[in-house]
């Protein structure tokens, strides 16, 4: 089973890759497969992100397929062919404070807390139409997400549901 865990920049992607890691999963990191197959393409100046050709990705990780459970890393991970979606999500202080910490322009900051509070990736995701849970990594700490996302792969997907974190009360504040 190919999982697949996104979310919007900050929200502690690699984190949780690194706990299930430890916990004894195969975690691929789709930026790494990414850079190391040349599809990375022009860099948009504007928003300061690369374009990437996603449609090439699943040609390379279906080598990684196995009977075993294999995660996929990363923020494009929902683009490629997955059986479940994980979507980390974020308080958008929370959020702005981690992208902040890590260098991110104002505007970037803001554009990637926008996106947080528009769902984006979560639409994206649930736009699939696989199976997709999320996640509020926000105050739990990386074990507790970890947890979280076994419980999901096994089955438990109701509590995970979309739809059960919302932060649509911060709008006024952040655009």
């Not at 790494?32 to 990437?52: P, Q, W």
């Not at 990684?64 to 202080?93: A, N, Q, W």
């Not at 990637?112 to 990594?137: P, Y």
Request: charged share 35%.
């Amino acid at each position: 089973m190919m999982i697949a865990i996104t979310g919007t920049p900050g929200t502690g992607k690699t984190y949780l890759a690194e706990e299930l890691r430890r916990r004894g999963y195969a975690v691929l990191d789709i930026n790494e497969i990414i850079r190391s197959n040349g599809l990375l393409g022009e860099k948009d100046e504007a928003r300061d992100t690369y374009c990437v050709d996603t449609d090439a990705l699943d040609p390379l990780l279906e080598k990684y397929r196995t009977d075993e459970t294999v995660f996929i890393e990363g923020h494009f991970s929902h683009c490629v062919e997955c059986d479940l979606i994980i979507v980390l999500r974020c308080e958008p202080e929370t959020l702005a404070g981690r992208l902040r910490e890590r260098g991110y322009s104002e505007s970037k900051v803001i554009e990637n807390v926008q996106a947080e509070i528009l769902d984006v990736i979560l639409c994206e995701a649930v736009e699939t139409g696989v199976s997709v849970c999320e996640i509020d990594s926000s105050e739990v700490g990386t074990k507790r997400v970890a947890d979280k996302a076994e419980d999901f792969t096994k089955g438990n997907t109701d509590k995970y549901r979309p739809g059960n974190i919302d932060w649509t009360g911060e709008l006024e504040k952040w655009f």
